[in-house]
């Protein structure tokens, strides 16, 4: 009985080394490295970071509020289940950042256009992660597709300033 187990323990032992040297001896593939940067640091109005994929959303209003360009500015927000009032997980995520954007911002305030309802779902994220209601308005606009996201940034002084 010992015997046959040590004829089979012995060709799989000689299997497994066979096909180790096979893979050792194969050409490596390397990934290609992406293009360019798919993520990018923004700098929030209160001197804090966060990272944003770009062209998102959040890159777009974190790079506006460090321009210091304008008082106000539309933005799009896409991010519901077809015309429900139910985000998706990404829009979930885009009102996370949203959220943390503004809280780095106090100042600033947000008109949020389109849907009622999908409005009042944004607001309520919002709400829900730390921005006062004061600092929202939902505006009803049917047939808009997408909620249209005015802020207002309140003040384009900085928030930190340094004593000599």
Do not use: Y
């Not at 012995?10 to 050792?24: E, K, W």
């Not at 923004?42 to 770009?54: C, E, K, N, V, W």
Request: charged share 15%.
């Amino acid at each position: 009985m010992i015997r046959p187990l040590l004829l089979l323990t012995t060709a799989l032992m000689i299997g497994a080394t066979t096909l180790s040297l096979q893979s050792c001896a194969s050409q490596s593939v390397e990934a290609a490295a992406p293009e360019s940067p798919q993520n990018s640091l923004i700098t929030l109005p209160d001197g804090s970071t966060m990272t944003a994929a770009r062209g998102s959303l959040s890159q777009e209003i974190g790079t506006w509020l460090a321009s210091r360009q304008g008082r106000s500015a539309e933005f799009e927000f896409a991010g519901f289940a077809e015309t429900k009032p139910v985000l998706t997980s990404q829009g979930l995520g885009r009102g996370a950042d949203l959220a943390i954007i503004l809280r780095a911002a106090p100042a600033a305030t947000i008109a949020i256009a389109g849907d009622e309802d999908q409005a009042k779902a944004l607001a309520h994220l919002l709400g829900d992660r730390g921005i006062a209601e004061e600092r929202i308005e939902i505006v009803p606009a049917a047939g808009i597709g997408t909620l249209l996201l005015t802020i207002d940034r309140g003040s384009t002084a900085p928030l930190l300033t340094a004593k000599s």
